[in-house]
């Protein structure tokens, strides 16, 4: 069984720049999470996906952050545009049922210069 | 509300060495207890959990045991290798918070033969 998968690994890009991570869950797990840490700090949640639908968005830091998951499947978060304190590793984790343990991908590395 | 304190790294032992890894939490409700591992260049993996006051988690050699009265779940492992160094993260959730992950900070480990 595949595990969870991001794309990319890393990305650099200059501040005001646009950049979209994409996160493939394990298949079947209707939930799907989002988490950052910036450097040296804790993993802090951003969002939580049951299938389609944002069920809490309550960790997103700001408008400039965007996540989506079409169809259920896999998901997006577009950082439109970037700051200089959106570097940090993105997370993303799925779980099959709420509660239960969340498989976490290997995470991208997001650098804004 | 709900937070984890895990203490602070970098830690490096001698193989062989006794460790622990201090973990201690607030949370409203009742939170289950988790211990991820980041190897070098990975994901996070699920180390052992825990969901209930008393239960002990163990894995790989490593063990936690939840304390309500001490609200702690410290990690311990009596041999440590060089194969143990990473990250080691301490996390909880809690069903009335969307089950999303309240991580530490992490703790970095280096064994050295």
């Known amino acids: 069984e595949a595990g969870v998968t991001q794309f990319p690994s890393h990305s650099v890009i200059e501040k005001g720049q646009t950049v979209t991570l994409r996160c493939d869950p394990i298949?079947?797990?209707?939930?799907l999470y989002w988490y950052r840490r910036v450097m040296g700090k804790e993993i802090k949640f951003l969002l939580h996906?049951?299938?389609?639908?944002?069920?809490?968005e309550s960790g997103m830091p700001n408008n400039r952050f965007l996540a989506e998951r079409t169809g259920g499947t896999y998901s997006t978060l577009k950082v439109q545009p970037a700051e200089l304190e959106d570097s940090g590793v993105y997370f993303c984790?799925?779980?099959?049922?709420?509660?239960?343990?969340?498989?976490f991908g290997p995470g991208t590395r997001l650098t804004v210069t | 509300g709900n937070s984890v304190t895990q203490m602070e790294g970098p830690v490096t032992l001698s193989e062989e060495a006794f460790l622990t890894i201090n973990c201690t939490y607030t949370?409203?409700?009742?939170?289950?207890l988790f211990w991820y591992v980041q190897y070098p260049g990975e994901g996070l993996q699920l180390l052992l959990k825990?969901?209930?006051?008393?239960d002990k988690g163990s894995n790989k050699g490593f063990e936690a045991t939840y304390r309500k009265e001490t609200t702690s779940f410290h990690l311990e492992k009596g041999s440590v290798q060089v194969s143990d160094s990473a990250v080691y993260f301490c996390?909880?959730?809690?069903?009335?918070?969307?089950?999303?992950?309240?991580f530490g900070t992490g703790t970095s480990l280096t064994v050295i033969p």
């Open positions: 825990a969901t209930k006051a008393d």
């Open positions: 996390a909880l959730s809690t069903t009335n918070t969307g089950n999303q992950f309240y």
């Open positions: 984790a799925s779980s099959q049922v709420v509660g239960r343990e969340q498989y």
């Open positions: 298949s079947g797990h209707d939930n």
């Open positions: 949370a409203t409700g009742y939170p289950s």
């Open positions: 996906f049951v299938k389609e639908s944002k069920q809490d």
